[in-house]
């Protein structure tokens, strides 16, 4: 059987701020809208714009984290996966939502803005659960010098 792929990553802004909820079964879910935009030109060369608006679903742990940190017009990462639900409405017409089933996000922007990563790679990358300030200093891996920000690096002196 021939593989797939279910993976999607955006870099957006909050239209609205988190909404978090505990369902029944005791665990908590955030949900929120994340708007990208693109421009193009068109055959006359004028300049167009268009916004997505992109439904994003974050449970346990993340969406507490989506809760407490993200605020509408915040610039955000967001990986997950594409998922499509289906339900009767009341007046017995089928609906349909597509959304982002969020498994990692990280916060872009500034120090007020947060910039911070949250999700299934958190550790993995090296970051600590917390505000934008929490990131691990470690030392470098290897033999390698310290390079100072005036120092010039040159191609031939890279390990790899």
Request: net charge negative; aromatic share 8%.
């Amino acid at each position: 059987m021939a593989m797939s792929l279910n993976r999607v990553q955006l870099i957006g802004n909050l239209t609205r701020d988190p909404d978090v909820k505990q369902i029944p079964s005791g665990q908590t879910v955030a949900t929120f809208s994340v708007a990208t935009n693109f421009s193009w030109n068109d055959s006359s060369g004028t300049r167009q714009n268009k916004t997505e608006f992109h439904n994003i679903v974050a449970w346990r742990k993340l969406a507490e984290i989506c809760g407490q940190y993200l605020k509408k017009g915040a610039k955000v990462f967001v990986e997950g996966k594409l998922q499509t639900r289906d339900w009767q409405g009341e007046d017995g017409v089928k609906r349909y939502r597509t959304e982002i089933v969020a498994d990692n996000m990280i916060m872009l922007g500034g120090k007020g803005d947060g910039g911070s990563a949250y999700g299934a790679d958190r550790e993995a990358a090296g970051i600590s659960g917390g505000a934008s300030s929490d990131f691990v200093e470690s030392e470098p891996a290897g033999d390698f010098a310290p390079v100072s920000a005036d120092e010039e690096v040159k191609i031939d002196d890279l390990p790899f």
